[in-house]
């Protein structure tokens, strides 16, 4: 491997493991790397999955699928990560949302609380909302869609919460 693509891959690397503390060591590494991060995804385009995610979720809760519900929560997650890198700010916020006031929402999932379920999840739609509009996006406003965001998903299969592999 050449020695100006090693530069690249370990300044690649080091980009990926600081969230962009590392400081290139010549111009044009730098600029191969503003280039790079210019492309991952900030937040509205991970936001978007979190979003069908977030609504399949519900029919397969309401359905029985525990596991898929479990399994739209967890990629829900996942979906942010580009943005730590990219909107390090928001997805501070994201965090904070997803361990905190989403919490509830995988509680009633591990425990097939179909009940409980419907409470944190529309808790969940007026805390994005509000979310939302602190962050200068009110006209972004979630609603309990009436179909699943992914039609191509039988929400009919009875699971367990646990069956999510890890």
């Not at 425990?111 to 200068?136: P, Q, R, W």
């Not at 699943?148 to 919460?161: L, Q, R």
């Amino acid at each position: 491997m050449s020695t100006k693509k090693s530069k690249i891959l370990l300044a690649g690397v080091m980009l990926a493991i600081t969230g962009g503390a590392f400081a290139a060591t010549d111009a044009d590494t730098q600029a191969q790397l503003d280039a790079i991060k210019g492309a991952i995804p900030k937040f509205a385009v991970p936001m978007r999955e979190v979003g069908d995610r977030f609504q399949n979720m519900y029919f397969a809760a309401k359905d029985g699928n525990w596991a898929l519900a479990a399994y739209m929560s967890k990629y829900m997650n996942g979906a942010m990560n580009p943005a730590k890198l990219t909107k390090a700010e928001e997805y501070k916020t994201w965090k904070s949302f997803y361990e905190g006031k989403f919490a509830a929402v995988d509680k009633t999932i591990q425990a097939k609380d179909l009940n409980g379920f419907e409470a944190a999840y529309t808790k969940v739609i007026d805390d994005c909302n509000s979310c939302h509009k602190k962050m200068d996006y009110p006209f972004i406003k979630v609603v309990k869609m009436k179909a699943p965001a992914d039609i191509g998903i039988d929400y009919t299969v009875k699971s367990e919460p646990g069956d999510v592999p890890k």
